[in-house]
C-alpha cells in the first residue's frame, strides 16, 4: 500500500500508526501553517494561537515540524494579495521538503476554488497530506476522490463566509456613513487630522486652507506641491508632495466636513471641516475644467491662450522657442493656426514689460481698492452653472453623434464652439473674485517681492483681473533692442 492511495481517505491515527506511515515514506517533515486577514495591530496573536495549536497536533501524530508559515494581516479572499510565507510553502512542497501541511482549517490555506485546485494539484504531484487540528487525529489525502471533495467543500465554505461578511460590512459601511460616522481605522491618518480622525491638527490645516486659497486663486496643484517641497512641509508619511495627493486632499468630502459613500455625500460629518464646502465646490469645479478640457494647462507662458494678440491681424500670439531655446511668441500662419505672422517677440521681454506695467498700476491706491471688492454681475455659481450646461450639451452631441443623427462637421462645429464658450467661462470663474485672487498679497510691494513664487497658474490670474488683452507691435528692422512701444495694454481696471 502506497501511502498517497491511503483507503479510506481519511483515517483516525495515533503516534504509532504516523510512526509507519512516517517510516513509508522517508519522511516526516510538517509545515506548520497560520494565517489571519486582519490584525491591524500587528500584535500576532491569532496566529501566535494557530501556531501553538499546530505544534500540539505535531506532538501528538509524532511528526517533525519543519516551519512555521505565517502570513499575518493577510486575506485569502481579496486577489491579488501577495502571501509570502504561502509562496514560501509552496516552494518547499515543490522541493520534496514538505510530506504534511498542519493547519487550523481549510480557509487559512485559501477561500477561492480556482487557487484551491491549484492546491490540490501540488498536494497530488508531491504525496502531501493535510493535517487540519479541528478534528483531532484526521488526516487528508487530497489524492483520493473524496479528500479532495472535502478539501473543495471547505474551500467553498470558506467562499461563502467570506461574500456574507462583505455584504455585512458593506451595509454597516452604509449605515455609518448615513449618520456621518466613521467606520473602521484603517491605514494612514487624514492629512489635517489627528490620529483619532476626529480632531484637527492646526499645524496642518492651516496648509490646506493656505492651498485652498491659492487654488481658488487659480494656481495650479503642481505649482502648489513644488511649494510645499521646498518650504520642507511634510505628508503624513513624510514622502514627497505631488499633485494628485494634493488634490485629492483638497477635493476629499472629509476635508470640508462632509461624509463621502463611494464617491457620493451623503451626509454632515461628525468631524469639523477644515475648508467650506462651498469652497471646495469651487476649487472643484475649476480643476474639473482644467482637467477634462485641458483649459488653462501649467506652462511657462505667461501671455499664451489669447493674452497677448498681433497688432494687424488679431489673433494671439503662441508660443514658439527660438532655435537657440529662447522663449518667444509668434503669430503663426496658416495652415496651423489663422495668424498674419506679422509679430515675433521674446518672451522674456514681453512679459517682463507687462508684469512691470500690472506691478506698477498696483502700487495705485485707488486701483488696489477697486480690487478688494467683487466683480459684481458674475458670481461664480453662475459661472459654474454655465460650464456644467455647457458640458451636459457636448454629452447630449456625443449621444446624437454615435447615434448617426448628425453629420460629423455639425458635431464638430458644435463641439468646438462649446469647449471655446467653457474655456471662456474657466477662465471666467478663474478670476471672478478678484479678493480671493489676491488673498494673501498685502500690496504691490509684497506681490513685487513674491511674485516669482507665486506660480505661473496665479500669475495669469492676477494678470487677468487687470488687462483684457496686450497688442504687439512688428519690430523696426535694425533697431536690435527691444522697444517697449511695441507693447500696448488695454487694461480692464
Known amino acids: 500500500m502506497t501511502l498517497v492511495h491511503i483507503d479510506p481517505w481519511v483515517h483516525q491515527s495515533g503516534p504509532s500508526v504516523m510512526d509507519a506511515i512516517a517510516a513509508e515514506a522517508g519522511v516526516a517533515n510538517a509545515a506548520n501553517v497560520a494565517r489571519i486577514s486582519d490584525d491591524p495591530g500587528s500584535r500576532r496573536r491569532g496566529v501566535s494561537r494557530q501556531l501553538a495549536d499546530g505544534r500540539l497536533v505535531a506532538a501528538r501524530l509524532g511528526l517533525v515540524i519543519l516551519d512555521d508559515y505565517v502570513d499575518n494581516d493577510k486575506s485569502a479572499y481579496r486577489r491579488p494579495e501577495r502571501r509570502q510565507d504561502y509562496q514560501r510553502l509552496c516552494a518547499d512542497i515543490e522541493a520534496g521538503l514538505i510530506r504534511y501541511v498542519i493547519f487550523w482549517r481549510v480557509d487559512r490555506i485559501d477561500r477561492q476554488p480556482r487557487a484551491g485546485e ?40 470558506g467562499l461563502y463566509e467570506s ?11 452604509r449605515d455609518y456613513a448615513s449618520r456621518g460616522e466613521l467606520n473602521g481605522g484603517g491605514g494612514d491618518r487624514p492629512y489635517g487630522y489627528l490620529d483619532d480622525r476626529l ?21 495650479s496643484m503642481r505649482s502648489l506641491s513644488l511649494y510645499l517641497q521646498h518650504q520642507a512641509i511634510p505628508t503624513v508619511r513624510g ?16 476635508t470640508a466636513g462632509l461624509r463621502s459613500y463611494h464617491g457620493d455625500v451623503v451626509a454632515t460629518a461628525v468631524w469639523p471641516g477644515i475648508i467650506s464646502p462651498e469652497q471646495q465646490g469651487r476649487i472643484r469645479a475649476m480643476l474639473a475644467a482644467r482637467q477634462r478640457l485641458n483649459v488653462d494647462p501649467p506652462r511657462a507662458y505667461l501671455l499664451t491662450g489669447g493674452r497677448a494678440r498681433c497688432y494687424r491681424c488679431g489673433h494671439g500670439l503662441v508660443a514658439r522657442p527660438k532655435e537657440d531655446h529662447r522663449r518667444n511668441y509668434v503669430c503663426a500662419k496658416p495652415p496651423a493656426f489663422a495668424g498674419c505672422g506679422s509679430v515675433a517677440i521674446l518672451a522674456d521681454y514681453l512679459e517682463g514689460e507687462v508684469v512691470d506695467e500690472v506691478l506698477t498700476r498696483l502700487d495705485s491706491p485707488a486701483v488696489w481698492e477697486a480690487l478688494q471688492h467683487p466683480e459684481q454681475g458674475d458670481p461664480q455659481a453662475t459661472t459654474v452653472e454655465q460650464i456644467a450646461r455647457r458640458r451636459a450639451k457636448i454629452e447630449e452631441t456625443d449621444a446624437l453623434w454615435r447615434e448617426d443623427a448628425i453629420s460629423r462637421e455639425q458635431y464638430l462645429r458644435n463641439t468646438q464652439t462649446l469647449r471655446a464658450e467653457i474655456e471662456l467661462l474657466a477662465r471666467r470663474l478663474a478670476r471672478a473674485n478678484r479678493v480671493v485672487v489676491l488673498r494673501g498679497i498685502e500690496g504691490a510691494g509684497m506681490l513685487r517681492t513674491r511674485w516669482g513664487e507665486i506660480g505661473i497658474d496665479r500669475q495669469r490670474a492676477i494678470v487677468d483681473v487687470l488687462i483684457d488683452h496686450v497688442t504687439v507691435k512688428a519690430a523696426f528692422h535694425g533697431r536690435n533692442r527691444f522697444d517697449p512701444g511695441r507693447v500696448g495694454i488695454t487694461w480692464k481696471v
Open 239 to 254: 514622502g514627497p508632495w505631488r499633485p494628485s495627493v494634493l488634490r485629492n486632499i483638497l477635493c476629499s468630502a472629509r
Open 118 to 157: 491549484d492546491w490540490i494539484d501540488l498536494c497530488v504531484k508531491h504525496h502531501v497530506l493535510l493535517v487540519p487540528h479541528t478534528d483531532t487525529g484526521l488526516i487528508v489525502d487530497p489524492a483520493s476522490p473524496e479528500g479532495a471533495k472535502w478539501f473543495r467543500d471547505a474551500v467553498a465554505h
Open 199 to 219: 480632531t484637527i491638527c492646526e499645524a496642518e490645516a492651516a496648509v490646506i486652507r493656505m492651498c485652498a486659497d491659492r487654488a481658488e486663486a487659480g494656481e
Open 163 to 173: 461574500q456574507v461578511q462583505s455584504l455585512r460590512g458593506i451595509r454597516a459601511g
